[in-house]
Nanobody, 128 residues
Framework: QVQLVESGGGLVQAGGSLRLSCAAS????????MAWFRQAPGKEREFVIA??????????YYGDSVKGRFTITRDNTKNTVYLQMNSLKPEDTAVYYC???????????????????WGQGTQVTVSS
């Protein structure tokens, strides 16, 4: 059973930065895409960012609310994907989840239903 384990969440002041990590438990996992989603209390799950690799190239997709502030990177040697969050706002407060899609898609999914594996989530709290 593949596991995705997130880490790096915490409490930060508005304007600060955090980096979340998502490590896959098995090196045999070969997703076509990895993504981060978040869910705030009382709100629906929201697409944050995704990375897709195809034909030797990497493509990144951003949710509207995080463009210019968040980025996603991957360290293949560590089987880990990172979410770098800068210029954090109180409205970024949520539980953040990473997800892996093992199926090829022209564009990574943004609803969450497309993903095969999920992490347990890590809390990010941004104080004003």
């Amino acid at each position: 059973q593949v596991q995705l384990v997130e880490s790096g969440g915490g409490l930060v002041q508005a304007g600060g930065s955090l980096r979340l990590s998502c490590a896959a438990s098995e090196r045999t996992i070969s997703p076509y895409a990895m993504a981060w989603f978040r869910q705030a209390p009382g709100k629906e799950r929201e697409f944050v960012i995704a990375m897709k690799w195809s034909g030797g190239s990497t493509y990144k997709y951003y949710g509207d609310s995080v463009k210019g502030r968040f980025t996603i990177t991957r360290d293949n040697t560590k089987n880990t994907v990172y979410l770098q969050m800068n210029s954090l706002k109180p409205e970024d407060t949520a539980v953040y989840y990473c997800a892996a899609d093992l199926k090829f898609r022209v564009v990574p999914g943004t609803t969450g239903a497309e993903y095969d594996y999920w992490g347990q989530g890590t809390q990010v709290t941004v104080s004003s």
